[in-house]
C-alpha cells in the first residue's frame, strides 16, 4: 500500500508493512515496471 508521501515514512523509525509515494516508484522501477498505478492510498494524497 502506497499510503503517504515518502517523508511521512521516511520520519517513523521502524514502521514497517507500507511505502511511500518514492518507495513504490523505487520498487516499480527495479522489478522492470513501465506503469505503476496507485489505486488505495492514504487521506493526505487523495486530498484536493
Do not use: W
Given at each position: ?17 507500507q511505502t ?25 494524497l487523495s486530498?484536493?
Amino acid at each position: 500500500m502506497c499510503g503517504n508521501f515518502q517523508s511521512v515514512y521516511d520520519a517513523r523509525v521502524g514502521d514497517i508493512g507500507q511505502t511511500g509515494t518514492l518507495g513504490a516508484a523505487e520498487m516499480a522501477a527495479e522489478a522492470g515496471v513501465k506503469e505503476l498505478f496507485s489505486v488505495h492510498v492514504g487521506s493526505d494524497l487523495s486530498a484536493p
